[in-house]
């Protein structure tokens, strides 16, 4: 089983501050995404990945930026954080071989901007 | 833009039930449909996916798509109080990018 890490699990934050999530994989997966997820909107992509030094913008990326270092860690960055960011956000890698589309999902981080 | 649709929003059945759970996408070149199961406090987990039209089965769960009315729905048969949970459809992109559009969801809840 895939394994993807986040942290930190809660975070709050203050409006107008910098958040960074932080995401690890030991899959050697190439793909990683970051989501987040919204009562009555679903899983929505903010960035993606194809593999170290690589990003990509998703569906709704204003007001994020992301970071892939290495294969294994991929943060997402809020510069100016507000309040309309407060949400679930999952980070997910993928890319086997065998299945491509296949996405393992971490277990999540609750962020709170007050 | 690719849209996925799920129905109902929640579903409340006795445990032994089959449950069925619908979605609809609009992009029939679409690549695989996925289903995903999210227990609460949890990130999503990969259940099953079907990418030709037919039917697919994997233990209790059985999934059947149809391009040409861009439907696909899963049936869970003989539904347990664990099987409790949001189950997500997702589209994976057509692009080669291997990205997932996701509907909002079904909540399940299986009584004992």
């Known amino acids: 089983e895939a394994a993807v890490t986040q942290s930190p699990r809660n975070k709050v934050a203050v409006t107008g501050g910098k958040v960074t999530l932080s995401c690890n994989q030991t899959n050697n997966h190439n793909n990683m995404y970051w989501y987040r997820q919204d009562t009555g909107h679903g899983l929505r992509l903010i960035h993606y990945?194809?593999?170290?030094?690589?990003?990509e913008k998703g569906d709704i990326p204003d007001g994020y930026k992301a970071s892939r270092p290495s294969q294994e860690n991929f943060s997402l960055i809020l510069e100016l954080a507000t309040p309309s960011q407060t949400s679930v956000y999952f980070c997910a890698s993928g890319g086997d071989r065998e299945n491509q589309d296949t996405q393992y999902f971490g277990p999540g981080t609750r962020l709170l901007v007050l | 833009q690719e849209k996925v649709q799920q129905s109902p929003e929640s579903l409340i059945v006795p445990e032994g039930a089959m449950v069925s759970l619908n979605c609809s996408f609009s992009?029939?070149?679409?690549?695989s449909i996925w289903w995903y199961q999210q227990h609460p406090g949890k990130g999503p987990k990969a259940l099953i996916?079907?990418?030709?039209?037919g039917n697919k089965k994997e233990g209790r769960l059985t999934v059947y798509l149809n391009r040409a009315s861009l439907h696909v729905s899963l049936h869970i048969k003989d539904s347990q109080p664990s099987d409790s949970a949001v189950y997500l459809c997702?589209?994976?992109?057509?692009?080669?990018?291997?990205?997932?559009?996701f509907g909002s969801g079904t909540q399940l809840t299986v009584m004992p």
């Open positions: 990945s194809y593999g170290a030094g690589s990003t």
């Open positions: 996916s079907i990418f030709s039209n």
């Open positions: 997702a589209v994976s992109l057509s692009s080669g990018s291997w990205q997932l559009i």
């Open positions: 992009d029939s070149a679409s690549q």
